[in-house]
Each structure stands twice: as structure tokens, then as C-alpha cells.
């Protein structure tokens, strides 16, 4: 009997797939179940190919009540802009968790993963950011600063934005980008210190290997969510901050020892207080969240398995009910 596969392409899933509270509340709901304790979700698998100047994760999970699961490769080569082609690529393979047949193929060129990416970070800012937000604040340029940006507007509909880059220029580029989408103030800042400071939620979207947010920057009301560092050798988060902060969360805590802020923090000896919670505790309410709107609160997100199958299934649903991509008998 032959079985169909689903074949989306970067340009269709753009037309079915957006970033929006439904996709939102897809990887919230991915967050919900991972706290269970009943995901099945290996380590990444990583490689460096340094000769390149590149990476590939690779990436999976089982959720239990979800008819599949899927298998991302993320390869990041940072030197192909200078080829004039993008840093960032890779595909989704959607199976079927009852056959293991593949139901779907998405060569999405990381479109999914930025979607899925961003949708986290406002699932940090729901459940870690003050409950008023006037001023948000973005570290890095790229399409993830922006993408972070308009995810957490979702959440905490702010009314100004503040982009600090290494590249003054590209700051304010994103800085204009995000004033046309979101139709609010948004200005490049030179000075790290003066973002922080003027804002009560800051994303950090760098790749950067050593810290570029302060510890002593931390002030009452801020939250910052951390989705830089993903490797073993990247660091955005001066280590003190993690243990100053009043509350400080993971997506995954195994994930974070090796991957995330927490790495440099216990690297550095200035992590003591155990295994910190993850976000899905939060957003369960069985692990509390922020307790105020002068707490500090810094959330950690490496990026999980279970967020790949959330955002995969949602794809496929969403193509299949549209009539989006074309199907292969096999």
C-alpha cells in the first residue's frame, strides 16, 4: 500500500506557519508536557566542523499523545555570507509515532526553528516578565533579535524597544525593521549598560563567547531570557548574574549544564544552588514563577527536541488543512 509524504518547502510553510499566539501557545503547551516527566527527548547531538567554521544539532523528542515526532538537522556555517549565502539552514522530518513512517518533510532552511525559537522566548515573557512591560531591550542584530522582539510584543505589548550590536549600523537597521513591523519607538543604543537599564525585559540573541550583560547591570523588575548560548563554548550572561538574580530558569537543565548560561556559571563556581527549575515547571504553577514586579528573573533557553516535534506537528497540520505543499507516494 503506498504511503504518502507530505513535502513543504521554506516558501510554503512561510504562507501556513506564522508567528502568532497560536504557534505561541503550541510550544507553550511543548513546555507544559516536557514537565511531566513523560517526553522522551535524548541529548543533542552536536558537531563542530571547525575547518568550516561550522555546527550541526541535531535534535528530537517523543510527546506522548502526539500522532508523530520529528527529527531536526540545524546547520549553522558562518562564513557563507561572505559566499553571499545565509549563515543558518536545515530541514524537519516529520514520522508517524505509531509506524515510524515518514509523514512529512519540511525543508523549511530553519524558518521552524526561528519560529519555534522566538515563540519560546515569549512563553519566557508571559510567565517571567513583569506583568507591565513600557521598554524592552534586544542584544544582537540578526533575524532572531528582531523575531524575539515581535514574539515578546505578543505577551507584554511594550511601546519602545532599545538594540544594542557590536555593529552600530545594523543596530539600527534592526531598530527600524522593528519600528515598521511592530508600529511602535524602537532606537539603536551604543552603550549595553544604558539598554539594560532603561528596559524591564532584555533578550540576548548573540553568539557571543564572552559575557556581554553585566552582573551589576541587574536592577528591580528586569527580566532577561538568555537564547544565545547553545554551545559549549558560547557565553552571554556574566556567570554572577545567574545566582544573583532572584529566579533563575531553564528550558532543560541537563541542556543548560553544557550548552547554556549555566555552563559558564558553574565553570566559573558561581552556581551552588542545585539543579535550578525549568520553564515548564512555571508554566505548570509547580514550581513558582515570578513573585513580584521587583524580582529578578532570568530564564535559559538552549532550544529542545520538544519544541522541534510542537512546531513540526503544527506545520502539518496547518499545511494539510490548507492544501499547502505537495504530497510524494512512496
Known amino acids: 500500500?503506498?504511503?504518502?509524504?507530505?513535502?513543504?518547502?521554506?516558501?510554503?510553510?512561510?504562507?501556513?506557519?506564522?508567528?502568532?499566539?497560536?504557534?505561541?501557545?503550541?510550544?507553550?503547551?511543548?513546555?507544559?508536557?516536557?514537565?511531566?516527566?513523560?517526553?522522551?527527548?535524548?541529548?543533542?547531538?552536536?558537531?563542530?566542523?571547525?575547518?568550516?567554521?561550522?555546527?550541526?544539532?541535531?535534535?528530537?523528542?517523543?510527546?506522548?499523545?502526539f500522532d508523530g515526532f520529528a527529527i531536526k538537522v540545524s546547520p549553522g556555517f558562518f562564513d557563507n555570507p561572505k559566499l553571499g549565502l545565509p549563515s543558518l539552514n536545515g530541514l524537519m522530518i516529520l514520522f508517524s509515532a505509531k509506524t515510524g513512517l515518514v509523514d512529512a518533510l519540511f525543508l523549511d532552511n530553519g524558518y521552524l526553528t526561528d519560529i519555534r525559537t522566538a515563540a519560546a522566548g515569549a512563553v519566557a515573557a508571559k510567565h517571567l516578565a513583569p506583568a507591565s512591560v513600557r521598554t524592552a531591550g534586544v542584544f544582537g542584530t540578526g533575524a532572531q533579535a528582531r523575531l524575539q522582539i515581535?514574539?515578546?510584543?505578543?505577551?507584554?505589548?511594550f511601546e519602545r524597544v532599545l538594540v544594542w550590536g557590536r555593529d552600530t549600523a545594523k543596530a539600527a537597521d534592526c531598530a527600524a525593521d522593528i519600528a515598521a513591523r511592530l508600529g511602535i519607538e524602537a532606537r539603536a543604543e551604543a552603550d549595553p549598560e544604558k539598554v539594560v537599564a532603561g528596559s524591564e525585559l532584555v533578550v540576548t540573541t548573540t553568539s557571543a563567547r564572552a559575557p556581554i550583560l553585566k552582573e551589576e547591570w541587574l536592577h528591580p523588575g528586569l527580566h532577561v531570557t538568555a537564547m544565545g548560548s547553545d554551545q559549549g563554548e558560547k557565553n552571554e550572561i556574566e556567570p554572577g548574574a545567574l545566582a544573583a538574580a532572584d529566579l533563575y530558569v531553564c528550558d532543560r537543565a541537563t541542556q543548560c549544564e553544557t550548552l547554556g548560561e549555566l555552563r559558564s556559571a558553574l565553570a566559573a563556581g558561581m552556581w551552588n544552588k542545585g539543579t535550578p527549575p525549568e520553564l515548564g515547571a512555571v508554566v505548570t504553577g509547580t514550581h513558582p514563577g515570578r513573585q513580584n514586579d521587583e524580582a529578578v528573573t532570568i530564564c535559559d533557553l538552549t532550544g529542545t527536541g520538544a519544541q522541534d516535534t510542537a512546531i513540526a506537528t503544527l506545520a502539518h497540520k496547518i499545511c494539510s488543512a490548507r492544501g499547502v505543499g505537495s504530497k510524494m507516494a512512496v
Not at 541529548?43 to 499523545?65: C, F, H, Q, R, W
Not at 515581535?150 to 505589548?157: D, K, M
Request: charged residues 20%; aromatic residues 2%; glycine residues 4%.
Open 1 to 65: 500500500m503506498p504511503h504518502e509524504i507530505l513535502i513543504a518547502t521554506e516558501s510554503d510553510l512561510r504562507q501556513a506557519v506564522s508567528l502568532d499566539l497560536e504557534t505561541v501557545t503550541t510550544v507553550e503547551d511543548a513546555f507544559k508536557v516536557l514537565a511531566s516527566g513523560t517526553v522522551v527527548m535524548p541529548p543533542i547531538l552536536s558537531m563542530a566542523i571547525e575547518a568550516a567554521n561550522g555546527e550541526v544539532d541535531v535534535k528530537t523528542a517523543y510527546i506522548p499523545g
Open 150 to 157: 515581535e514574539a515578546a510584543h505578543l505577551v507584554r505589548p
